[in-house]
């Protein structure tokens, strides 16, 4: 069951001038934001792509709002709350990366998206690589940042340790931004997933992949260093590595214009 709503009558944010989709599967509910600026001319045109944003564990659409104010002008921008993140409620059942891949994917059809260039980052990184892994013939082009967790340190102490190493190099706006959405999806929630993230073999299910793939992340982000992006994109032909200067974990926050830069690059539609 879908639920369209508007956003009205609340604090004033970015997210105000959104439409907003609601989507109920089972106990699970999802949240779509949507931004579309583009000239009506272009809006007409046979091959606007469809950037749809996954977030990574803990965070929300929030992370990605400077980015998706970055690419509204070339293409439709769906951006995700996850089930359980935010302020939405925690499902009763504990869900794996299988179940959010299964609630994008399913939204995405009650949205009547065609071909979307999917992009997920950290956690939301696995939770596309499982719908193309899935539907392997569902998007042409996907793009995956900081992907995690590196299949020899699938432990919970070399994941904390790698993410507080990585945390030395975010700046204090991705931190702070970071820190208020964990509050907001709370340390339960948090923890129930955590094992189900350090759990997934991502390097197992993205070879079944057939779409063209970017894996980005920045040059200080030691969660998903780049000899470990480099071995994900050997097994999947003509995909591409990309580091971004001086930025670590949180790259689609603050160096979101060579984020931006990429993706259109990888969408056919030029530069921002």
Known sequence: MARRRFLLGRRKSDLDRLTV????????????????????ELAEASDVPTFALVHGLGVSSRFFLPLAHQLSPYGRVLLFDLPGFHDLPKPRHRMSIVDFADVVKRALDDLDVDDPLLVGHSM??????????????????SMLVGPVVVSAERNLLQVIRRFLQASMYEPPGNTITAAAAYARAGLRWIG??????ISYPIDKRLPLAKARLLLASGEHDLISPPAWRELLASAVPGSRVVTIPGAAHGVVHDSYREVADELLDLAGVGTA
């Not at 989709?21 to 009506?40: C, I, K, L, N, S």
């Not at 129930?192 to 993230?197: E, F, G, N, S």
């Open 21 to 40: 989709h609601e989507f109920q599967y089972g106990d699970a509910r999802v949240r779509v934001y949507e931004e579309w600026t583009m000239r009506p």
């Open 124 to 141: 939301g990184a696995q939770v596309v690589a499982e719908i193309l892994a899935q539907y392997p013939s569902y998007s042409s082009a």
């Open 192 to 197: 129930d997933t955590v094992p189900k993230v």
